[in-house]
């Protein structure tokens, strides 16, 4: 009973789609967008959509119900809720509450990146500034209009500012009156565009081939060590890919309607990911191909794709301006739902830790974010010549936060709930108001053995691979 009335009180969200389509909008980020596509074309092709398909629906989809169902049975922020499942294990609750307060400011700043770009491409100067070049005093190097802009300061802080405003908006009205509102209007128009922008990219001449590398298995250069490395990548993907140990997942179960099914509610999210990652990858390979006449290397890692590359190829295309438009309208959307998840989960702790409203926890959360977001910003101005570690200050945040916190969280998430509490307890959860959990058995063996393990390679690999 107590339960139900916290629920309550604390608002939530007013319908079971209200609900997948707000997951969804977190799940679906720059990860799908820009490093699923890249990653498929480097290991692989077909080989790695195979493999992730299989992670998806077995460890992406163990993982995930986990959270939503603890935060839906505590009925808590992520602090509250982790000491109510087991109080020895109440650490992990300061841990997903620190892991979003230390992304949320670099992801605006990415954020504000892109805002810059959609900006740049409504006002009709895409093809300009994807071959502008910029000197540098005293050397004969040129920089790249992204290089060039990340390097001032006031824009991107400008940029940057406006992303977070953006994004407290919806934080600001509530789950029910603003990220539900929010969501149920932003995932179906960000479908509509990508499903638009694959099927015109697909259309151009010499799309064939890359469509090709991108779907069909290649087994070039195959080997044991690189299978191993293409599971990894998947897993460490999907992983990010769905906003697990991030702490978002518990807080958006928290407001989850205990009369709706977590276990379809949790496939519903996991088919929006997927496909909107698979569609992404339609653009991105087969344009980047023709574009580079066939080069698989210029689908390269870093943000050089997004930012440097495929302006180029949107120049390069017919109706490129519009396309380059309604790209960068796409990623803004994608990475907006995904900031509004990072900020309410930030939110929703200050509101509960020192009982404040969600108005002024709101306000706290923004002067954080952007005294922390400066850091990242003047990594790449100001203080660009400092380093820790080899990385940028934005760079260390993140590997910090992916490639550290985030697997040890879920490793303990899996621990608590395999060994500590036992699986009866997200069980309970999934079997209320329904007559079965049909995934159970599946359940059982991934969150014991196999996910502890993947999280375990997915801790190791970047270190191992670096030596
Ligand atoms: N799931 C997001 C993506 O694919 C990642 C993310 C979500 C990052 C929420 C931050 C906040 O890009």
Redesign the pocket.
């Known amino acids: 009973m107590e339960q139900t009335k916290n629920a309550t009180s604390r608002g939530g969200f007013g319908s079971k789609i209200g609900f997948v389509l707000a997951a969804a909008g977190?799940?679906?980020?720059?990860?799908?967008i820009w490093?699923f596509p890249y990653l498929a074309a480097k290991y692989g092709g077909g080989i790695f959509l195979m493999i992730y398909l299989i992670f998806a629906v077995t460890f992406g989809f163990t993982l995930m119900l986990t959270e939503i169902a603890i935060g839906r049975r505590t009925g808590k922020s992520v602090i509250g809720a982790y000491r109510d499942v087991d109080k020895r294990f109440s650490f992990l609750g300061i841990l997903a509450a620190v892991i979003?307060a230390l992304?949320l400011p670099y992801?605006c700043v990415i954020g504000g990146w892109v805002l810059k770009y959609m900006t740049v491409f409504t006002k009709g100067g895409g093809e300009a500034a994807s071959v502008a070049e910029y000197a540098i005093q005293g050397s004969d190097k040129k920089l790249s209009f992204f290089e060039h802009f990340i390097g001032m300061l006031k824009e991107p802080s400008f940029f940057f500012l406006i992303f977070v405003l953006l994004t407290s908006v919806a934080v600001f009205f509530g789950v029910e009156k603003g990220i539900e509102k929010v969501s149920k209007f932003l995932m179906p128009v960000l479908l509509i565009l990508i499903i638009g922008i694959s099927v015109y990219t697909l259309t151009l001449k010499g799309a064939g081939n890359g469509l090709k590398y991108y779907l069909l298995p290649n087994f070039d250069g195959f080997t044991f060590s690189k299978l191993l490395r293409t599971i990894s990548a998947a897993c460490g993907q999907l992983f990010?890919?769905?906003?697990i140990a991030?702490g978002?997942m518990v807080t958006y179960g928290s407001y989850m309607r205990k009369e709706d099914s977590l276990e379809s509610s949790v496939r519903q999210i996991e088919i929006f990911d997927t496909l909107v990652a698979f569609l992404a990858g339609l653009i991105i390979v087969p344009a980047v191909f023709i574009f580079s006449g066939g080069d698989s290397s210029a689908l390269n890692a870093g943000p050089g794709l997004m930012f440097i590359t495929l302006p180029k190829v949107f120049a390069a295309m017919p109706a490129g301006q519009i396309i380059g438009t309604a790209f960068f309208v796409l990623v803004t959307l994608?990475a907006l739902t995904?900031?509004i998840?990072?900020m309410e989960t930030v939110v929703a702790v200050v509101m509960e830790k020192f009982r404040l409203s969600r108005s002024v926890s709101c306000c706290i959360v923004i002067i954080l974010t952007l005294a922390i977001g400066m850091l990242s910003v003047l990594g790449y101005s100001s203080w660009a010549g400092f380093k820790l570690f080899g990385m940028q200050i934005l760079d260390l945040f993140d590997f910090s936060t992916n490639n550290i916190m985030m697997p040890v969280l879920a490793f303990l998430t899996c621990i608590l709930i395999g060994y500590a509490v036992k699986t009866k307890y997200v069980e309970e959860e999934v079997m209320f108001g329904e007559k079965q959990f049909r995934s159970r058995l599946l359940y059982n063996i991934m969150i014991k053995v196999i996910c502890p393990v993947c999280m375990i390679m997915i801790l190791i690999t970047p270190f191992v691979t670096k030596l």
């Open positions: 977190s799940a679906v980020g720059l990860g799908n490093r979003p992304i992801y990010y890919s769905m906003s991030m978002i994608a995904s900031s998840s990072l």
